[in-house]
Every structure is written in C-alpha cells, then in structure tokens.
C-alpha cells in the first residue's frame, strides 16, 4: 500500500500562486510515475500534471502538463524523497478544483485515472475572481 498526503490548497485571488506539495509513505517502489489530478463539483476528474522516473530515483525525470493549465502550472519531484509538488501560476476561476495527487507503478507517463493505483485524499483549491 502506498499513502498519499496533500497540502498547500487554499482560497486565493485570480492571478496569484499555489504550490500543492504531496508526500508518499509505505511501499514507494509503487510510485514511479506521480500525478496531479482535479475534479470540479459536477465535472469528471481531469489529468493535471504527471512526472515519472523510469531509470529510477536518481535518474532525471520525464514530465507532461495538461494543455488547459500549461504555461502556468508546472510539476517537480524528488523521487529520492517520494514526493511530488505542483506550482500553480497565474490561477484563474477555473482552476478551482479539489486536486488529487496520485501514484502509479507504471514507469511511463500516464494521464488516465485508471492508471493510477493510489490516491491522496485531496486539496481545496478555491480561485476568487
């Protein structure tokens, strides 16, 4: 099992910053490929942002951003240190979401929910206008 803990959302204004970080425990061998998700009330939940490490922790790391939030949002990680964040830029109403970071064993970028073997339990983010 692998536990997945959020934290950094929050209610700001348009225009402003968030970073969302998220830390991995327990069986981290699972978490080669980490992810950001999002889901709006009434809405499905939509990729967000993916990083994976397929030479493993210490090798660099290969990223994609979903094309509604690239050029604002950027993902980092330290596979070393299990963890994933999310840099949020130039925030909209739109990007007023629970984000979800998720991990799969996969050792290739992955987008779809159901790649994902394990999730957090998810951030507020609350974008005022």
């Known amino acids: 099992q692998v536990q997945l803990v959020e934290s950094g959302g929050g209610l700001v204004q348009a225009g402003h910053s968030l970073r969302l970080s998220c830390t991995a425990s327990?069986?981290?061998?699972?978490?080669?490929?980490m992810g950001w998700f999002r889901q709006a009330p009434g809405k499905e939940r939509e990729f967000v942002a993916a990083i994976t490490w397929p030479g493993g922790p210490w090798s660099g790391g290969f990223t994609e951003v979903a094309d509604s939030v690239k050029g604002r949002f950027t993902i980092s990680g330290d596979n070393a240190k299990n963890s994933v964040y999310l840099q949020m830029n130039s925030l909209e109403p739109e990007d007023t979401s629970v984000y979800y970071c998720?991990?799969?064993?996969?050792?290739?970028?992955?987008?779809?929910?159901?790649?994902?073997?394990?999730w957090g339990q998810g951030t507020q983010v609350t974008v005022s206008s």
């Open positions: 998720a991990a799969s064993p996969m050792k290739t970028i992955r987008t779809g929910v159901g790649d994902y073997w394990y």
């Open positions: 327990g069986r981290t061998d699972s978490t080669s490929t």
